[in-house]
């Protein structure tokens, strides 16, 4: 932590890391909470109109994209477990695949939403202003909360490059990894919150 | 017990003169990881930004001082008003207590080298900067400050022409910071105490530090994404909160109270953490119902954030929410009585000892019991319809956060100013700035109850000329409270540079940052202490230099 030249003692606190990550976990899931009282609120008073929008998402790519990010939480638990065991080549390629999985999450996404763009269904276009309010209110928030989420996955993939290359120099390692478990753990909260967010937007009726 | 760190004359050299880093100079504070010297740089931004507001907040008053145009147009008013509230809230009264007195004390106060995670508490002071920066930024841009008062409320914010997103975007990152600060504290409070110092023997400012940080960790986010939500709807009209779309602003109301209403309680709790250490000390007497205070300032944070919508009676609620409402605002009353009657109850029977920042105390609890009662009046729902966005709204506020924890900070800057620098004040001209300040402030502000009540709308640019006999009392006030800031801040500053050498422990205090010399080690002890009693134990204890001091 604080390393200095005469005094100040260097601290190692793998379990004050660990709380620290769980409080900051607390405050992700309150920023999505909010979003999600809004969601409750609108789709209480609109439930005809959410179910119809929800209609016109693919269910396929939003099952197919629950089922990687799911793997990819594996693949961060295993890397754990694997540099626990001292296979350090092994758990680095495992946080590999599961950048490659974050990636293709990416990839489908970008499909979903500039298809929806294609038809004219964005905020603010004359085809989307033209609708019930319910279904207006469906699409912004599908934007919104898929969108935060998406930036949270970028988020995630940065950490993880991060702890590569921490593992790389040495830095974690065997013995210190609490920076992995951070890191997974944080993927970890992005996977929950897709969780609550595939049924929310996709499965409704 | 405590191992006291040498004599009154330092032997080693303090924080001040040793740095965390191999930088000299301003490097080596910008660069440092050193909870003490963080708490420093944040004392002076937040000063900093403080005066700035002060001179919005006096040209304001300037303003009404007449009916009609006075010295500035409406629009102008407007814009001053707002940053008047966004500089007060996000920049002075949320960080002041937590960021500045909580970062420099709490590891000492439980006897720790530093907080956790020191690098993250670097972090959140750029941040804290970062967006300090912003909001003044957005002044000077094309189109002006924004004009929709610190509440940001919709419609009219996502309206307006002026930078409404990036004074924005500054609320979205100074809230960030203050979660990174709760989130050091909370874990700090969990993993960092001394060998003996149990949840019962933690000094009662810890307490109210401790339950600030739960509620900076778990309201911010709230008002982060609404705040976030304002800006994606400026952008992009989404509907979210637009009635043309569907949207519904009464709902950006609730979001924006469910933390606003708690950040409330962030800013009064650790002033309330303040008065609980000074009282003892100053009464020379342990403090009467400890573990009543410290569950108490669990209790407000609780009940706290459960009472945001007393701020929406008038907005369209339904009537059984609206009782419900109202009921817990009156219980959120009960914790803060059970605190005032505790410390009424210290000092009776002790040896008072009336140095500034005892006084600073007594104006505390008075001004914070005229703010409490009010508030009672206006969580009444029969009343407040009455008085909702009448001045006596603002006097209300302004009576809890600036009679109330604005003062607290004035309390703790006079306490541990001998701690901080290791020199000592002019105890006579900061009694003078105590009774100045106190006068001016209730001059200033006790005017506005009588107009509110009367009828004057709060943030009214004109107003009837009856009302002129309170504004002109009320500007008078403002003239005499800042005369009373002038003569505190310069009183610090000079003894900054030029007071007498404090010793260790110049008032008596019984808490381990009193046995540390000052100012402190750059590692506060030389070896962790092992505490075997409470923090207010004076049975053993010998009344110190007081006298010397000064």
Redesign the interface.
């Given at each position: 932590m604080s390393s200095t030249a005469h005094t100040h003692v260097a601290h190692r606190d793998d379990y004050g890391s660990r709380m620290g990550m769980w409080l900051f976990l607390f405050t992700e899931l309150i920023l999505f909470g909010g979003l999600f009282i809004v969601y409750a609120v609108y789709r209480y008073m609109h439930q005809q109109e959410f179910h119809l929008a929800a209609q016109e998402l693919n269910t396929t790519i939003g099952m197919l994209n629950t089922i990687i990010l799911l793997t990819s939480s594996m693949t961060a638990a295993m890397s754990i477990t694997a540099l626990q065991k001292g296979n350090v080549r092994f758990s680095m390629s495992l946080i590999v695949v599961t950048i490659l999985f974050a990636g293709t999450f990416m990839v489908n996404k970008f499909f979903e939403w500039s298809a929806k763009i294609h038809h004219g269904i964005y905020p603010g276009s004359k085809e989307l202003v033209m609708r019930p309010e319910g279904e207006i209110l469906y699409f912004g928030l599908y934007y919104v909360m898929t969108g935060l989420h998406a930036l949270h996955v970028i988020v995630g993939v940065t950490i993880f490059v991060f702890v590569l290359v921490f593992m790389k120099t040495g830095t974690v390692n065997q013995t210190a990894y609490v920076k992995l478990e951070n890191a997974a753990l944080y993927w970890h909260l992005v996977d929950l919150i897709w969780i609550f967010l595939f049924p929310l937007f996709y499965l409704i009726h | 017990m405590v191992n006291v760190a040498g004599p009154a004359d330092k032997i080693e050299p303090s924080f001040l003169e040793?740095s965390?880093?191999?930088y000299k100079g301003i490097l080596s504070w910008l660069l440092t990881?050193?909870h003490k010297r963080i708490g420093i740089l944040y004392l002076f931004s937040m000063m900093t930004f403080f005066s700035v507001a002060v001179v919005f907040g006096f040209l304001i008053r300037l303003e009404l001082i007449a009916p009609g145009r006075t010295i500035m147009g409406p629009q102008m008013y407007n814009q001053l008003f707002t940053l008047h509230g966004i500089i007060m809230i996000f920049l002075f009264i949320i960080p002041g207590l937590p960021a500045v007195f909580g970062n420099f004390f709490l590891p000492i106060m439980i006897g720790a080298?530093?907080v956790?995670?020191?690098?993250?508490n670097l972090f959140s002071w750029y941040l804290f900067i970062t967006g300090g920066l912003i909001a003044v930024i957005s002044t000077m841009l094309p189109g002006g400050s924004a004009d929709t008062g610190w509440t940001f409320y919709v419609p009219y914010s996502v309206r307006t022409t002026t930078n409404v997103i990036p004074a924005l975007a500054a609320a979205f990152i100074l809230g960030f910071s203050s979660?990174l600060t709760?989130?050091?504290f909370?874990?700090t409070v969990?993993?960092?105490r001394a060998p003996g110092m149990t949840w019962f023997k933690m000094p009662l400012f810890v307490w109210g530090l401790y339950a600030t940080a739960w509620v900076q960790?778990?309201?911010?986010?709230?008002i982060?994404?609404?705040l976030a939500?304002v800006i994606?709807e400026r952008f992009?009209?989404?509907?979210?909160f637009d009635p043309a779309?569907?949207?519904?602003p009464v709902?950006y109301q609730h979001?924006f109270w469910?933390y606003s209403h708690p950040a409330v309680y962030i800013m009064i709790i650790p002033a309330m953490g303040i008065v609980s250490e000074i009282i003892p000390v100053f009464a020379r007497r342990t403090i009467f119902g400890y573990r009543f205070i410290a569950f108490s300032s669990l209790a407000i944070a609780l009940f706290g954030s459960l009472v945001w919508a007393h701020h929406m009676f008038t907005a369209g609620m339904s009537d059984t929410a609206q009782f419900v409402f109202s009921f817990l605002t009156y219980a959120v009353s009960i914790p803060s009585a059970i605190k005032i009657f505790n410390w009424v109850s210290t000092m009776y029977k002790g040896s008072i000892q009336l140095d500034p920042p005892f006084l600073y105390v007594l104006s505390f609890i008075f001004q914070f019991s005229i703010g409490g009662f009010t508030g009672l009046m206006l969580g009444a729902l029969s009343v407040n319809i009455h008085l909702q966005d009448t001045s006596f709204v603002v006097a209300h506020f302004h009576y809890v956060m600036f009679g109330g924890t604005g003062f607290g900070i004035f309390a703790a800057m006079h306490y541990w100013f001998p701690k901080m620098f290791g020199r000592m004040y002019n105890k006579k001209v900061a009694t003078w700035a105590w009774a100045i300040t106190t006068i001016g402030y209730n001059a200033l502000y006790f005017p506005m109850f009588i107009m509110g009540y009367l009828g004057m709308p709060r943030r009214y640019y004109d107003y009837l000329p009856e009302f002129q006999p309170y504004h002109v009392a009320s500007t008078i006030g403002s003239w005499i409270l800042i005369l009373g800031l002038i003569i505190m801040f310069t009183n610090l500053i000079v003894g900054m540079r030029r007071g007498k050498k404090a010793p260790a422990n110049p008032w008596g205090g019984a808490t381990l940052e009193w046995t540390t010399q000052s100012p402190p080690i750059?590692?506060n002890f030389h070896t962790i202490p092992t505490i075997e009693k409470g923090p207010y134990d004076y049975s053993q204890f010998e009344i110190p230099a007081a006298k010397e001091a000064q």
């Open positions: - | 040793v965390t880093n191999k990881v050193d080298k530093d956790i995670f020191p690098r993250i979660i709760g989130l050091n909370v874990t969990h993993r960092m960790i778990l309201a911010t986010p709230i982060g994404i609404t939500l994606v992009l009209g989404v509907g979210i779309l569907g949207g519904d709902l979001l469910i750059l590692e």
